[in-house]
């Protein structure tokens, strides 16, 4: 990958990222963390609502739907590993109902907030 495709790749993840809190602060959550790596792995939003912690992957593809299919078993994987980091930082949280979402973004579409997009696999 080049150097300047990097760079835009880089632009278009905050862009996303900034969508995504948008779509989620419209929804009443409330912004935990952003960005927040972990040995091993990184969730790009950590929210909440009421009694559930929402770990948040934010995907941006060219269109929805390929930004629908984007999350892999392994990223699945990397987001449970931060998720339990964050979790052990974070005690409170424990006895909250735990979730992986997804916000998606494609095109000029609305972005689209999933619940419960994909499982978290504790150790």
């Known amino acids: 990958m080049t150097r300047e495709r990097r760079r ?3 632009s278009l993840g ?3 990222e900034w969508a995504a809190m948008a779509v ?5 959550y409330r912004i935990l ?11 790009d939003l950590v929210a909440r609502r009421g009694a559930t912690v929402a770990f948040v992957e934010v995907k941006a593809r ?6 629908m299919t984007s999350i892999t078993a392994t990223k699945q ?16 949280a424990s006895t909250y109902n735990l979730r992986g979402d997804a916000v998606f973004v494609g095109g000029i579409r609305w972005p ?4 419960a997009a994909f499982e978290l696999r504790f150790r």
Request: glycine residues 6%.
């Open 8 to 10: 835009r790749a880089y």
């Open 14 to 16: 905050h862009r996303a």
């Open 24 to 28: 989620l602060l419209l929804s009443g």
């Open 33 to 43: 963390a952003r960005r927040y790596i972990a040995p091993g792995g990184e969730i």
């Open 62 to 67: 060219p269109t929805l739907e390929q930004a």
């Open 77 to 92: 994987q990397r987001i449970s590993i931060a998720a339990a980091h964050w979790l052990a930082r974070h005690p409170w």
């Open 112 to 115: 689209k907030h999933q619940i």
